[in-house]
């Protein structure tokens, strides 16, 4: 077999009676984060860690900065990744993968997810007179919609590239790298910006690890299932 399927098995056997347990406490283990979470900042002013984070974050901030920042998040304005996943679907289904088109075409109802979660909390956006806003931001604070979005874009992009196997190894580990800084980048720019706190960006991220995780295990699950009978007509 080769190295391909090698890490297709491993990825697979993560989802499977025997690991099963292992994804419950992933899962389980985000949502216990983002719960408490949503407790504190919905009964408190912003924490002392989300003041210094962002005061971190901004201590030197300058044009080139700015102008870096503001590049990152902006593939996750709405018309900007509505685009963006839509052309990455289409592109997928033209070239036979229509699975892969639907996996990540899912990722757009991360938008309504982040929705529903904003308004259940309430959570005001930071304001000029505690950090530096660079960007007006609409909608709630809580989570951040851009962190949850790219966990789920980028994440959904990762599974598919690693599970593959047409793609070498090397093209999977740079796929998986490039996807994984840019989640992280776009932490990192929310805060820089002034348009989200740190516990903001925590909870988008384990919003859209969770997601992930269901769509993610979906997605496997159809594509040893189609594996396997392709295998039994041969």
Not at 64 to 69: E, G, K, R, S, V
Not at 117 to 134: G, Y
Not at 147 to 176: C, D, E, N, R, W
Request: proline content about 2%.
């Amino acid at each position: 077999m080769s190295n391909n399927g090698n890490i297709l098995g491993r990825i697979s056997a993560f989802v499977t009676e025997k690991h099963r347990h292992l994804t419950w406490s992933f899962s389980l283990f985000f949502l216990l984060v983002f719960i408490l979470l949503s407790i504190f900042v919905a009964q408190s002013a912003p924490m002392s860690f989300d003041l210094l984070v962002s005061s971190e974050l901004q201590e030197n901030q300058n044009r080139i900065l700015d102008l870096a920042m503001r590049a990152i998040s902006w593939l996750g304005t709405l018309w900007v990744a509505g685009t963006m996943v839509a052309a990455i679907s289409i592109l997928f289904l033209i070239s036979g993968y229509r699975r892969e088109a639907v996996f990540m075409f899912s990722t757009l109802l991360s938008g309504g997810l982040t929705y529903v979660l904003k308004i259940m909390v309430n959570r005001p956006r930071p304001t000029q007179d505690l950090i530096n806003v660079l960007e007006q931001a609409h909608y709630q604070s809580f989570p951040s919609g851009h962190v949850l979005f790219y966990t789920a874009f980028f994440g959904s992009l990762m599974i598919i590239a690693v599970t593959s196997k047409i793609l070498s190894v090397k093209t999977q580990v740079i796929i998986t790298v490039s996807c994984l800084a840019m989640i992280v980048l776009c932490a990192v720019s929310r805060i820089y910006l002034g348009a989200h706190w740190f516990t903001d960006v925590i909870a988008g991220f384990c919003a859209g690890t969770l997601f992930l995780m269901i769509t993610g295990t979906l997605y496997i699950r159809s594509k040893r299932k189609a594996e396997k009978a392709a295998e039994k007509k041969v």
